[in-house]
C-alpha cells in the first residue's frame, strides 16, 4: 500500500504560479501511471494530467500550456506546476496513483486563485 502525501497549495492571485508536490511512501519506479485530480466546490472531482513511466503526459484542455507534470522517480515525488492561474482553477488538488490494480489518492492540497 503506497501513501500519497500533497503540498504546495495556498491563496494566489491570478496570473500567478504555484508548485504542488506529492510525497510517496515507496518507490515510484514500478508505477506506470501517475495523475493530479481537483475538486472544486460543488462540483465532481475532474481529471487534470497523467504522466506515465516513460514520461508521457497528457492533460485536460482546461490546463493544457499553462500546467505541466513532471515525476522524479529518485526522489518518490510527482510535481505539478502551474502557471497563468486563473480563479476557475480554484480547487482541491489530489495526486493519485495506481499500483497492482488498486488506486491510490493523497488527501488533497487546496488551492485558491484570486481574481
Known amino acids: 500500500q503506497v501513501q500519497l502525501v500533497e503540498s504546495g497549495g495556498g491563496l494566489v492571485q491570478a496570473g500567478g504560479s504555484l508548485r504542488l508536490s506529492c510525497a510517496a511512501s515507496?518507490?515510484?519506479?514500478?508505477?506506470?501511471?501517475m495523475n493530479w485530480f481537483r475538486q472544486a466546490p460543488g462540483k465532481q472531482r475532474e481529471w487534470v494530467a497523467t504522466?506515465?513511466?516513460?514520461?508521457?503526459?497528457t492533460y485536460a484542455d482546461s490546463v493544457k500550456a499553462r500546467f505541466t507534470i513532471s515525476r522524479d522517480n529518485a526522489k518518490n515525488t510527482l510535481d505539478l506546476q502551474m502557471n497563468s492561474l486563473k480563479p476557475e482553477d480554484t480547487a482541491v488538488y489530489y495526486c493519485?496513483?495506481?499500483?497492482?490494480?488498486?488506486?491510490?489518492w493523497g488527501q488533497g492540497t487546496p488551492v485558491t486563485v484570486s481574481s
Open positions: 493519485s496513483a495506481v499500483l497492482r490494480g488498486t488506486r491510490y
Open positions: 515507496e518507490s515510484i519506479f514500478s508505477i506506470n501511471v
Open positions: 504522466i506515465t513511466s516513460a514520461d508521457r503526459t
